[in-house]
Structure formats: C-alpha cells, structure tokens
C-alpha cells in the first residue's frame, strides 16, 4: 500500500529563519506529489504539487519543494518564515485507483513559528 | 475565484440519528469526493464518485455511509446512523477531470454525542 511520511511531528521555527518540512513517500510509479496546509479551523489549501517535469517546484506563500526519486522524498522548504506561516502541513501522493486518484496524506507537521 | 463550499460548519448530534452533510462542488467539476480528518489525526480518503456513480470507497465508507449528488450542483455525504467515532472534520473536493489537482473545502465538523 502507498503511504507517507511525516517524521517532524512538530516543528518551532524563529521568524525569519529558514524552513524545511520533511516528507518520505512510497509508492511504485512515478507519484504525484502534494503539499496543503491548514491553518486553525481551516480547510485544507494547496501549496504546490508535482506532476512530472522540473523537480523543483514553486508554490504559493514563498513555498518550494523539491522531489528527488532516489530519496523517495518530496521536502518542503522556505528561505524565510513568517508568523503567518503558522499552520499545520500536510504531504500527500496521488493514488491512481478506478479512473481518478486518492490522496493519502502523511500524518502532518504542525509549524510554530517564535517572534 | 471558485470555490468548493461545505454546509454547515458544525452539526452536532446524537448517536444513532442521521446526518447529511453537503457540499457545492467547483461548478465545471466532474470529480467528486470525500475525506475525513479524525481530530488530531491525518486525512483519510473516504470515497470518489464520478458519473453518478462511485469510482472508489475506503474501508471506512461501509454500508453507514451513502454519497448522492441530487441536482446539479450538490455532493451530500450522508451516515445513516451515526456513531461516536464517526465525530470528525468532513472534506469535500473536487476536481475538473481525473488527474488535476483536487480542491478541498473548508469542512464540516461533526461532532457526535
């Protein structure tokens, strides 16, 4: 079965310093990739996704991760936090199953950020 | 910019009743599904549905649990008799074809006493 990841279950950062979001995925073909977050009482919004293509990819807020196969990783990074940042983060792979996909999502990290 | 919405926010009700929770898809979306986020725990995938039909349902999607979408425009999860352990945040998404990304929407927190 596919499943993901998360080993940080939490994680405390000082605003301003640098961000990595760690996320192990496995799965037998080439994965879709996916990072949500979601801040207190919120629902769920995409950051950034990987298809195919350039392995390092852009997302909303500052947001980039980059996907290396031979790690079966898909981390999240951001050069410089801030206090909104502040949410709980979620990885997620695309399952292909009947005509569509599934997300399965890793456990989550929830990010506190110091001022 | 489009959204997926969810009614209501918050249903709270007792054991054994019926609940139906409701989403309004993104409205060019053909995809359709749900997930639930047991409190303190990660998101789990709970059915598809494509075509008026279901593609996929997870274990947890037993015999307790039908989705509909009786117009147009809405997705209804509904649990015929629910449980205690059924308390949980609801998601719905959608998406515009099999493989773009899905949209969730803000949820809806059940809570059952």
């Known amino acids: 079965a596919q499943s993901v990841t998360q080993p940080d279950i939490h994680i405390t950062v000082s605003e301003g310093a640098s961000l990595e979001l760690r996320c192990n995925y496995s799965y037998g073909a080439t994965p879709y990739l996916f990072w949500y977050v979601q801040s207190p009482g919120q629902g769920l919004q995409l950051l950034l996704k990987y298809f195919s293509g350039d392995t390092l990819v852009q997302g909303i807020k500052g947001f980039e991760a980059e996907f290396k196969r031979s790690q079966s990783s898909f981390n999240l990074r951001k050069p410089s936090v801030h206090w909104s940042d502040a949410a709980e983060y979620f990885c997620?792979?695309?399952?292909?199953?009947?005509?569509?996909?599934?997300?399965?999502f890793g456990t989550g990290t929830r990010l506190k950020v110091l001022a | 910019e489009p959204e997926v919405t969810q009614t209501p926010s918050h249903q709270v009700t007792q054991m054994g009743q019926e609940v139906i929770l409701r989403c309004v898809p993104i409205s060019n979306h053909l995809y359709f599904y749900w997930y639930r986020q047991i409190l303190g725990q990660k998101v789990e995938f709970l059915v598809s549905?494509?075509?008026?039909?279901?593609?996929?349902k997870s274990e947890i999607f037993d015999d307790q649990f039908s989705v509909e979408r009786p117009d147009g425009s809405n997705f209804t999860l509904k649990i015929r008799s629910t449980k205690l352990e059924d308390s949980a945040m609801y998601f719905c998404?959608?998406?515009?074809?099999?493989?773009?990304?899905?949209?969730f929407g803000p949820g809806t927190r059940l809570t059952v006493l």
């Open positions: 997620a792979v695309g399952e292909m199953t009947s005509g569509t996909y599934k997300y399965i």
């Open positions: 549905f494509y075509n008026n039909e279901i593609s996929e």
């Open positions: 998404a959608s998406t515009p074809d099999a493989i773009s990304e899905q949209f």
